[in-house]
T-cell receptor, first 112, second 114 residues
Framework: GNSVTQMEGPVTLSEEAFLTINCTYTATGYPSLFWYVQYPGEGLQLLLKATKADDKGSNKGFEATYRKETTSFHLEKGSVQVSDSAVYFCALSENQGGKLIFGQGTELSVKP | GAVVSQHPSWVICKSGTSVKIECRSLDFQATTMFWYRQFPKQSLMLMATSNEGSKATYEQGVEKDKFLINHASLTLSTLTVTSAHPEDSSFYIC??????????FGNGTRLTVT
């Protein structure tokens, strides 16, 4: 079946450090891929998405590229801020309107 | 933007009682709603999918008689945890969408069963 695997957290970085959170997936078809963010005490928010191979999703300085050959969708940011501290979830959906399958989440803590 | 309101944000109940969680779409028609359960430090596990006016479709391993889902209107879905036990303590999250538009999440409900 379909599944998503993320690197384990927590990840602790200093402000302005480079961030990478790895995400790989298993799917039978050609899924859409997503990154969601959950700030403390809040619900999940869509951070970015990509719907086909080689697409790059970007938002708020975060980027992720849909790599079909490595079945990956790693999240990157060049310079993190304290306000980026949150839990990040990678997810896939087999079809538009379909259910989301989430990875286990990666907690990011950015220190000043 | 689209808002999904989930209520209550936290609830404590005694073992054996039932508790209802509401999920409302405030400014769009929620044709489909999803209910998730999240354990500490773990991912969101999809429990069921409901389309307005239809019976919910439950994921494998989720007891439909224990987790009753009602999606009677285009703005409201409810999850009732019946005869709750301590192992049902968890964080429950709803999400909603209007047809194929982006998914919006509620802020979740922390359930503690004593």
């Amino acid at each position: 079946g379909n599944s998503v695997t993320q690197m384990e957290g927590p990840v602790t970085l200093s402000e302005e450090a480079f961030l990478t959170i790895n995400c790989t997936y298993t799917a039978t078809g050609y899924p859409s891929l997503f990154w969601y963010v959950q700030y403390p005490g809040e619900g999940l928010q869509l951070l970015l998405k990509a719907t086909k191979a080689d697409d790059k999703g970007s938002n708020k300085g975060f980027e992720a590229t849909y790599r079909k050959e490595t079945t990956s969708f790693h999240l990157e940011k060049g310079s993190v801020q304290v306000s980026d501290s949150a839990v990040y979830f990678c997810a896939l959906s087999e079809n538009q309107g379909g259910k989301l399958i989430f990875g286990q989440g990666t907690e990011l803590s950015v220190k000043p | 933007g689209a808002v999904v309101s989930q209520h209550p944000s936290w609830v404590i109940c005694k073992s054996g009682t039932s508790v209802k969680i509401e999920c409302r779409s405030l400014d769009f028609q929620a044709t489909t709603m999803f209910w998730y359960r999240q354990f500490p430090k773990q991912s969101l596990m999809l429990m069921a999918t409901s389309n307005e006016g239809s019976k919910a479709t439950y994921e494998q391993g989720v007891e439909k008689d224990k987790f009753l889902i009602n999606h009677a209107s285009l703005t409201l879905s409810t999850l009732t945890v019946t005869s709750a036990h301590p192992e049902d303590s968890s964080f429950y999250i709803c999400s909603a969408r209007e047809y194929n538009s982006p998914l919006h999440f509620g802020n979740g409900t922390r359930l503690t069963v004593t």
